[in-house]
């Protein structure tokens, strides 16, 4: 089963992209507008406008920082409704059966015969986990729900962090982010350290996808030569 959560990720990491892309814009806008108006406008003055200043770019990172986290966790949603459409898949039957003779029988496949029933059952959830509890030589390594679902989470973790921390490329944006408040904790204003990891987390969701597809794979290891294949599910 295709799970193409690689293509999820991807098309995830386009929204986070442009939310960058929009920020980098208003930091720009805003380096401008602050020098225009401090040129132009008296002291008095040039505060009531940077005021107003502040106000419209806060208004327009916390927009897209808002709309971009609920993509966020869409794409997150349909990532776990894939994972669970595979674990859900109805069994082989036939397969199955067979399975469970050979646990009936306390058979020891061969190398070969482990080889040619993975191919059978790699897409196949259950069957695959059955297989891997047959296997006494200890080739294959099943793919595990729970270790997906965690995955999945780390990366809208990792996006939400980068959506709720990314301020410009400079930081020129660091005063106007919302403070940080973590399990309903408000820990003041961001600085330059908080806030210094926010590119690289966007930069990473996009990595993510392959090591998710490669969580839902067999992974097996051959004594012969020691080296790993993976089997997609």
């Known amino acids: ?66 709309k971009n ?44 015969e482990i080889l040619v029933f993975a191919e059978r059952a790699k897409d196949d959830y259950f069957s695959m986990k059955v297989l891997a509890k047959i296997d006494k030589m200890g080739l294959l390594t099943a793919p595990d729900a729970q270790t997906i679902f965690e995955a999945i989470k780390g990366v809208e973790n990792l996006a939400l962090l980068g959506l709720d921390t990314y301020c410009g490329q400079e930081y020129q944006l660091l005063g106007l982010l919302p403070n940080r408040v973590w399990k309903n904790v408000d820990y003041g204003r961001h600085d330059t350290v908080s806030v210094s990891g926010s590119t690289t987390a966007l930069k990473k969701v996009l990595e993510r996808g392959e090591a998710l597809e490669r969580l839902a794979a067999v992974s097996i290891t051959l004594p012969d030569d020691n080296e790993d294949e993976e089997m997609e599910a």
Request: charged fraction near 35%.
């Open 1 to 66: 089963m295709e799970l193409n959560l690689t293509k999820i990720v991807e098309e995830m990491g386009i929204f986070l992209k442009v939310h960058m892309s929009t920020l980098d814009d208003a930091a720009a806008y805003y380096e401008t507008e602050k020098a225009r108006i401090e040129r132009k406008y008296s002291k008095e003055e040039a505060e009531r406008r940077f005021v107003e200043l502040d106000n419209e770019v806060r208004h327009k990172m916390n927009e897209s920082r808002e």
């Open 69 to 112: 986290k609920a993509h966020v966790l869409e794409f997150t949603e349909a990532m776990k409704d894939l994972v669970k459409g595979w674990i859900s898949k109805p069994i082989d039957p036939e397969l199955m059966s067979t399975l469970n003779t050979f646990i009936a029988l306390d058979m020891e496949l061969t190398q070969d």
